[in-house]
């Protein structure tokens, strides 16, 4: 990967693509997993980038009252091309996959953003929500306790987001 310079994204996703394949089958080394992640990386910071350019321009537009075209044919093509490619990853699979905590499997950028969207960044709230909701009885009483916990900060687009995320994990606390 430290050799090419820059891989078109439609062909950056169809090799990310490749690689699920080869974990999802067992059949993958410590090597290609680490370029498998770099990959991943890399995609992900671009959109990052991208998305931050989309911000930008609808700010613009708001703030000139203009019409802006912050669509490029590359996105387009990008958004196509992961259409085309998609399939069901790996990931998505283990999203379904029964949970023994609801806390359990949540990676730092999960917890960072459920605790700064949903907790007012109260970790000591956060940690008191995830022990409260494990010890409910059922779906139900799960999620009633997880909305009188929350405290939420920022955008309604962020917060529902964030609310809607965390709230699907509870059912998989109670599936048997």
Do not use: W
């Not at 990310?16 to 890399?42: F, H, M, P, T, Y």
């Amino acid at each position: 990967m430290e050799t090419e310079k820059h891989i078109p994204l439609k062909s950056l996703a169809k090799q990310l693509e490749e690689g699920v394949s080869e974990i999802s089958s067992g059949d993958v080394s410590n090597e290609a997993l680490l370029e498998l992640q770099i990959k991943s990386r890399d995609l992900y910071e671009r959109l990052t980038v991208l998305r931050h350019k989309a911000y930008e321009a609808l700010a613009l537009k708001e703030e000139n009252g203009e019409d802006c075209e912050f669509i490029s044919e590359s996105q387009v093509n990008l958004i196509d091309s992961i259409a085309e490619v998609r399939s069901e990853t790996l990931a998505e699979k283990h999203q379904m996959l029964p949970l023994s905590s609801v806390g359990e499997g949540l990676t730092i950028i999960e917890r960072a953003n459920f605790t700064s969207v949903l907790f007012s960044n109260s970790d000591v709230s956060f940690n008191d929500m995830l022990d409260a909701v494990d010890d409910c009885q059922n779906q139900e009483e799960a999620k009633d306790v997880f909305q009188d916990a929350i405290n939420p900060t920022g955008p309604e687009e962020d917060i529902a987001l964030a609310r809607a995320t965390f709230e699907q994990r509870i059912p998989r606390l109670f599936v048997k």
